[in-house]
Structure formats: C-alpha cells, structure tokens
C-alpha cells in the first residue's frame, strides 16, 4: 500500500516500556487495522487486559483527551468516554503496544447489554466494556456482531 508505514519494529501482540513505533502508527493486518499506543492506568490503577476495551486518557481537570498523543486507559472514569479500541495485550502503566480499531473483535469482557446490529459505546459502561448507545449525545465505537458470543464490529476513530 503506497503511502502506508508497511515495516513495524514492534509485533502486535508484544509489550513494551520504550516506545518502538511512533505513537499514532496505523497498522494494516488482512481486514483488521491497529494503531500504536501508550497505556495509562488511570487513576484507579487499572490494568489493561487483552481483548478488554479501553479509552482515550481525559483525567479530570485535563481540558483535553487523549487522542491527539496516543494516550488509552481501562479506567471509565479516568477517560473521555470515547472508545480508543480493543487491547491486542495486557499492557500496565506506561508500557507500549498496538490496540484493534478496525475489523471483528472478540471481546473478553461481555456486552453489558443489547443485541445484533446495536450501536455500541463506552458511556454507561464499566472498565473494559461497551454498551449499547443511550442518547444521540454518545460516541459510537462499534456495532454488536454476535452479542451472545461478545464479537464486536470495532470502529473506532482513527
């Protein structure tokens, strides 16, 4: 793909503490894309699981996400209530490695609600999970594919 970073330093399932790609990076893989982030546990110290959902950092009294610099948590209440994507490995605090935005995803942590087709968000949602979108207000991530398996379509922004 013309135009597309094609060689990555670090492989989608490792970890890291230095950061080997640059933050931002936007990895291609068949029909499922990922983008390289940095993990914050958030002020409740939460680890990130793999397959669990995480956000984009907004710790409170930030007047900004973490979108712009990469920055995901597991922590609900320490983010912006925008899905950053699914966590492709257990990551803690300040380590470095790849999320899932684009494609099928199987989740570890249930749907906390919903059924095949719904629109999904964090808002409502308890650390590591989405939930079907309450109010026109609420950032879409992904849809339910096959709620009674926990498989997601990921849409997640870029």
């Known amino acids: 793909m013309a135009g597309f970073k094609q060689v990555f330093l670090q492989a989608l399932s490792e970890i890291s503490t230095v950061e080997k790609d640059q933050l931002g990076d936007i990895r291609w893989e068949g029909n499922k894309v990922y983008k390289y982030v940095q993990f914050n546990d958030g002020a409740a110290n939460e680890?990130?699981?793999?397959?669990?959902v995480c956000?984009?950092?907004a710790p409170a009294g930030v007047g900004t996400t973490g979108y712009g610099l990469s920055l995901v948590t597991s922590d609900i209440s320490d983010s912006a209530e925008?899905?950053?994507?699914?966590?492709?490995?257990?990551?803690?605090?300040?380590e470095y490695g790849w999320?899932?935005?684009?494609?099928?995803?199987?989740l570890t942590l249930g749907l906390t609600d919903g059924v095949d087709g719904d629109p999904l968000?964090?808002?409502?949602?308890a650390n590591g999970t989405i939930g079907?979108?309450?109010a026109d207000t609420e950032v879409q991530c992904a849809i339910a594919f096959d709620q009674s398996a926990?498989?997601?379509?990921?849409?997640?922004?870029?």
């Open 47 to 52: 680890a990130g699981v793999a397959g669990e």
């Open 55 to 57: 956000y984009y950092y």
């Open 82 to 94: 925008v899905g950053a994507g699914v966590l492709v490995a257990a990551l803690d605090n300040n």
């Open 99 to 106: 999320i899932q935005i684009k494609g099928l995803a199987t």
């Open 121 to 125: 968000t964090p808002t409502g949602s």
């Open 132 to 134: 079907v979108i309450g």
């Open 150 to 158: 926990d498989i997601i379509i990921c849409d997640f922004p870029f």
